[in-house]
T-cell receptor, first 112, second 111 residues
Framework: KAGVTQTPRYLIKTRGQQVTLSCSPISGHRSVSWYQQTPGQGLQFLFE???????NKGNFPGRFSGRQFSNSRSEMNVSTLELGDSALYLCASSLEQGSGQFFGPGTRLTVL | GQQLNQSPQSMFIQEGEDVSMNCTSS?????WLWYKQDPGEGPVLLIA?????ELTSNGRLTAQFGITRKDSFLNISASIPSDVGIYFCAGQGQGAQKLVFGQGTRLTINP
């Protein structure tokens, strides 16, 4: 089975721009979660989608949003980028709630 | 944000030594997970624990879900060079998909 894939792997943007990241979960997994990883804050939960519905949300501003499509693929969007949004954005998929989450390789976002 | 207390933060050991790291929390979790992350990659799931008191092995790795549901440990026996990396614990509450992560333990192996 193919693992979780994320595109693009690297991205450079400037302040004020917006960005969209994509995640394809493991085949058959319907839950997709997004995390932000920074040296200072570590791994922080952004949100989780299941069957095209946002089920859980972390403590991030409204500039961070996401969606899930009927094939379980998910996208997250960050608008009005700030320097502090520079991070590794990780997507994880799981079969069902409470089961192990499997991570993709991440998208490294740099905001200049 | 909420984080688990993971220790030690870093370890410098000789090849062949055993390694032990642990995580504690003030909250109860229903699931404990252990991940390893290599530079430039996403975390890789090593062991998942679903029941208090559960002891699970995966090759040279052994992890336990604390009986109080507020802690977990990971042991690595007979370390080898490819064990180098950052190890994270993660807890998951009941009815929630959100993972709460520890700060990580950076493992370095001296040749």
């Amino acid at each position: 089975k193919a693992g979780v894939t994320q595109t693009p792997r690297y991205l450079i943007k400037t302040r004020g721009q917006q960005v969209t990241l994509s995640c394809s979960p493991i085949s058959g997994h319907r839950s997709v979660s997004w995390y932000q990883q920074t040296p200072g804050q570590g791994l922080q939960f952004l949100f989780e989608y299941f069957s095209e519905t946002q089920r859980n949300k972390g403590n991030f501003p409204g500039r961070f949003s996401g969606r899930q499509f009927s094939n379980s693929r998910s996208e997250m969007n960050v608008s009005t980028l700030e320097l502090g949004d520079s991070a590794l954005y990780l997507c994880a998929s799981s079969l069902e709630q409470g089961s192990g989450q499997f991570f993709g390789p991440g998208t490294r976002l740099t905001v200049l | 944000g909420q984080q688990l207390n993971q220790s030690p933060q870093s370890m410098f050991i000789q090849e062949g030594e055993d390694v032990s790291m642990n995580c504690t929390s003030s909250s109860i979790f229903n699931t404990w997970l252990w991940y390893k992350q290599d530079p430039g990659e996403g975390p890789v799931l090593l062991i998942a624990l679903y029941k208090a008191g559960e002891l699970t092995s995966n090759g040279r790795l052994t992890a336990q879900f604390g009986i109080t549901r507020k802690d977990s440990f990971l042991n690595i026996s007979a370390s080898i060079p490819s064990d180098v990396g950052i190890y994270f614990c993660a807890g998951q509450g009941q009815g929630a998909q959100k993972l709460v992560f520890g700060q990580g333990t950076r493992l370095t192996i001296n040749p």
